[in-house]
């Protein structure tokens, strides 16, 4: 690209020197692609503005950023014919008429149709070829032949799979970003079809697996910020497309997710404004598994902030594994103007349902999950919200079904994490009868949160039994941990739950005493294991669900 | 400052280059500060790492940023070799004995005391004449005769005034940060004793109110980014400061803040890290006076994420006048080891209360207002938290008294947030007798919190008497909104308050019935008032305690 510093001071020079370097670019070597020009006016700060009053500069100073003229209410003369003869500056009478209407010459100026500004198509959603992906079936990328609680698989790796067929059929609207490697998120198949995008200088070197090219469509940077503000851009055109990153760094965006949830929520009020594709992000290196980086890379806090935009935009999904994300992510991809904020880790997890029911799951968005569940009314329910804290839960109604059997347990797990709230906080909110079949109406509730609990308590705060709800979440503990230690220092392990489950559930203080102590002995044979060897005892880390 | 690119190949043309630069810097006009050389090391990506393995290119390439070399499980020998080839030529022979301890030359060359970098008084707040700050009297600064609910004063000028006095007396140790000029925010008094910060050219022109300086103390810099890294460094050596900025673009800083807060919390874990100075942060240009901003410029979710970080490292004030905001500062100022973000408009604003009361507040966090409650047992308890929110509340309460004298109302004001949580969540925390002393155990109360009125609901969660709250907040409301207009749009003003109230302690549907519509009729006034005048109806706009 060529940079013109040239000061063009007419119009007719402006046009000469856009004609130069549209012919120069075409000798660049980047013909291929469309020339868009860009054209900097560097003016001064405040120009046309008051140039000084009583003796201080203003035009092209600080003072122009402020009130140019403050009127002295005892004395106000002087400013006020300041103001006149500055306002006067600007001919009225040249461009308006007697009626106050713009002049019929300046009137003509003025564009029309896609012409303007605002109805521009790059800025308005606006490329009609753009706006419908063509996607493949999601479910044609599903892990086979599931069995719940004990095929292991990566999460992501399936979606990366999907992404990849979707940037086949639509080359020109779909883009994956992230400012990490998609091969550490599992998400390398898309190189199959694309390499990632470097407009610098390509080496030969770089043709061993460094995937380079200046048409690659995978944008990698370590920057979110710029990620992020590609992908709004993006979707801006009507294009689509999704942004990995981990967990903990989401806050680097904070600031400008918050905009961009506030830019819908306005756009949605104007009637000539188009919906354009919603912003997908996915945390995908998340809080409980950060055993090589330890505390710094441990926050789950980034929904605390998407919960505070309206809801009306904001969208957050907690798939419980591959093929809960597949469903997630293509539902997603098909949906307008929102923030789509899916939590799903990257690394090797167990697998809980086969497609069909992973559909299920995610339409019901909270689900019982029956096969690992009594039948009828429970005595006490056990809930996950997040991939990783629904498999301790898993573990520890297994625990229960071994050491009390006689006790019923109920499974249940949320993806949507909206359906919390109530019916009137948010269009997803389950309604209080439904809240009750779901999570009974007087027994206790042990609620395994992937983020931090609080969140919880603030979603269900308005509903009836909201103080049968114990909520277990990730409390600012951790360190370089085992994944099993890291969850017991945050107490979201399945020994924890069970313990908590015994004890609000026994009639008497010594009701599970023997059980609850001998779970706890148990954990800290554990702590005490991952502490001394690095390694979570292999009983308990390939822990299947027997049942 | 000079760059020297040059490449040092030996330690002795190292030094010859650093005593030239010094040498250089001395003839630079900089003669009055000490001169700290930096040395930038450029070395190849995994320097001293396996150079390749299987044909595959690792030093100075990307791959050895990933696992460098991967042992295959079927035929692991060639990996070995390569690793054992790797690790041997580090020449471990040479660097330890035959007990595997460090060779006594390399353990000469170790440096000890303040040169080890652990221990170097630049980054453990090591500086034991800045430690301390030389703190004038907060009370000199207070406003004088202050009529509650009557005087207006802006709420952060006397700060101003205190940290220019501050600065006097500790010229080389505190210094003020902001994005914004401190003059946009009321603290401009220290520019009395320094300049700005500037290092480019200063020009004639700028000896006009510019207030520009080498040698500048106030730093000022449209960066959040910079100014929190900057702080956060300043605080590392053991000085002061205080770091202003508007309090919807604080989500900047979120990262950076929340990393401090784990770095806070694990250097309370080590012995031999001493204690460093609060980082403060002044949240100033708040949601509820963005008149001339909007939408973009309204959101106080900042603490939202600042209460997830560890109790023991986190501190947030609503002040809610420019008293209570001196004696929280003071306070804040004194402290180690903690995040303090204190809420406070910059406006003029009506002042609640005279110093030596506004100590006592801010010293019991949570306070009763005898001056506009009831004596005794209330109805009705209406609380506020936040300056605006509080004065809202007020001006409810004398809605209630005029119309419905018959009426027990309770005023609470909140300054300090973590008051609300339960005594084990935050070191703060109210015990649960206290909470119910203020809030009663079972009447109403009506909760004007200025920021998202979620954080509330979450913070009192697991106290008895949470159902009893009705909070309201800011919802995502708002545009170029009077100030009046926008309230009422969120439902945190005085007609909205007064009308809760009264619905929640009424005994049938039709008790209050013709007040509350009168509210309400009057609430449609003043909306309808605002958005055809740009402007609050005067009287409500001028709207005075009168009791």
């Not at 779909?174 to 599992?186: L, M």
């Not at 109604?397 to 071994?402: A, E, F, K, P, S």
Request: hydrophobic share 35%; aromatic share 10%; net charge negative.
């Amino acid at each position: 690209m060529t940079m013109h510093e040239t000061m063009a001071k007419t119009m007719d020079e402006c046009v000469t020197m856009i004609k130069q370097i549209q012919h120069e670019a075409r000798f660049n070597g980047n013909t291929d692609r469309p020339f868009w020009p860009m054209i900097v006016l560097r003016s001064p700060k405040g120009w046309t503005g008051p140039v000084e009053h009583k003796g201080k500069k203003i035009e092209n100073f600080w003072r122009s950023h402020q009130v140019p003229i403050t009127i002295d209410a005892k004395n106000p003369q002087e400013s006020l014919d300041a103001i006149e003869a500055w306002l006067k500056s600007y001919n009225h009478e040249e461009l308006f008429d007697a009626n106050g209407k713009l002049s019929a010459e300046l009137q003509a100026m003025m564009p029309t149709g896609d012409k303007r500004m605002s109805a521009n198509p790059v800025t308005n959603g606006g490329y009609d070829q753009f706006r419908t992906l063509d996607l493949p079936d999601y479910r044609e990328y599903a892990v086979k032949n599931v069995i719940s609680g004990v095929t292991k698989h990566e999460n992501t790796y399936p979606l990366g799979e999907f992404m990849r067929d979707i940037m086949k059929r639509n080359m020109q609207s779909f883009r994956v970003f992230g400012p990490d490697e998609n091969t550490s998120n599992k998400l390398h198949a898309v190189y199959e079809v694309s390499e990632k995008c470097f407009w610098g200088d390509i080496l030969p070197i770089d043709s061993d697996g460094t995937h380079l090219s200046r048409n690659g469509r995978v944008m990698e940077m370590l920057s979110e910020h710029t990620l992020e503000g590609w992908l709004e851009a993006y979707t801006l055109t009507g294009r689509h497309g999704l942004l990995s990153t981990y967990e903990s760094f989401a806050h680097v965006i904070d600031s400008m997710v918050n905009q961009h949830c506030k830019w819908l929520d306005m756009m949605n009020r104007e009637k000539w404004r188009r919906k354009v594709p919603s912003l997908n992000l996915l945390m995908t290196s998340t809080v409980w598994r950060q055993d090589h980086n330890g505390f710094t890379h441990q926050d789950p806090g980034f929904v605390d902030l998407v919960v505070n935009k309206k809801s009306s935009v904001t969208r957050i999904y907690f798939p419980a594994d591959a093929n809960t994300l597949l469903s997630m992510a293509d539902h997603c991809f098909r949906s307008q103007n929102y923030v789509n904020v899916i939590v799903c880790d990257k690394q090797s997890h167990p697998q809980f349902v086969p497609i069909e029911k992973a559909t299920q799951y995610c339409a019901e968005g909270v689900s019982i999950w029956d096969w690992a569940s009594c039948e009828g009314e429970p005595d006490v329910v056990l809930a996950g919200c997040g991939d990783i804290v629904t498999f301790e839960v898993l573990a520890a109604v297994d625990i229960l079904r071994r050491y009390t059997p006689e006790l019923k347990v109920r499974l249940v797990n949320v993806i949507d994490l909206f359906r919390l709230s109530s019916e009137d906080t948010h269009g997803h909110g389950l309604t209080d009868d439904e809240f009750i079949r779901i999570f009974t109406a007087d027994k206790p509730v042990v609620f395994n949160y992937h983020g931090y609990p609080y969140l919880i308590k603030r979603m269900i705060a308005d509903r009836s039994n909201n103080l049968n709800f114990s909520v277990h979440g990730y409390v600012e503990k951790g360190s370089i941990n085992t994944p099993l230690e890291l969850a017991i220092q945050n107490g979201v392990d399945r020994f924890t739950l069970a313990i908590d489950a015994l004890t609000q559930v026994a009639t008497s203080k010594t009701q599970y005493i023997n059980v609850i102590n001998k779970l706890k002995q148990r954990r800290l044979v554990c702590q005490d294991y991952a502490y001394a060897h690095g390694v979570d005892l292999a009983e308990e880390a390939n822990w299947k669900w027997p049942h």
